[in-house]
Nanobody, 121 residues
């Protein structure tokens, strides 16, 4: 089994910063694309940023220039640095990781439990 543990969420004032972390553990042969999603109250879950194993990155238009995704393959972790935060980014942020548990297996999608990010005005 694969476990994803997120941390780093919290309450911050507008203009502040937070850094989210997601550590992957368990039965892991290979880690592929890693991503962050978020879900605000009453809204659908949306993609925030992705990073491939070769560190190619994509961002939602709404966070470009303010959020930075990164990963540390040795630590089996990914991060989301969030700067110049605005109240509208308040949401539960979820870690999403594609994992192969053994040689020859297919990619499995794994989700973290979510971490709350609240930005006050």
């Amino acid at each position: 089994q694969v476990q994803l543990v997120e941390s780093g969420g919290g309450l911050v004032q507008a203009g502040g910063s937070l850094r989210l972390s997601c550590v992957v553990s368990g039965s892991i042969f290979n880690i592929g694309v890693m991503a962050w999603y978020r879900q605000a109250p009453g809204k659908q879950r949306e993609l925030v940023a992705t990073i491939t194993s070769t560190e190619s990155k994509t961002y939602a238009d709404s966070v470009k220039g303010r959020f930075t995704i990164s990963r540390d393959n040795a630590k089996k972790a990914q991060y989301l640095q969030m700067d110049k935060l605005k109240p509208e980014v308040t949401a539960v942020y979820y870690c999403n990781v594609y994992v192969k548990e053994c040689w020859g297996s297919t990619w499995q999608i794994n989700w973290g439990q979510g971490t709350q990010v609240t930005v006050s005005s």
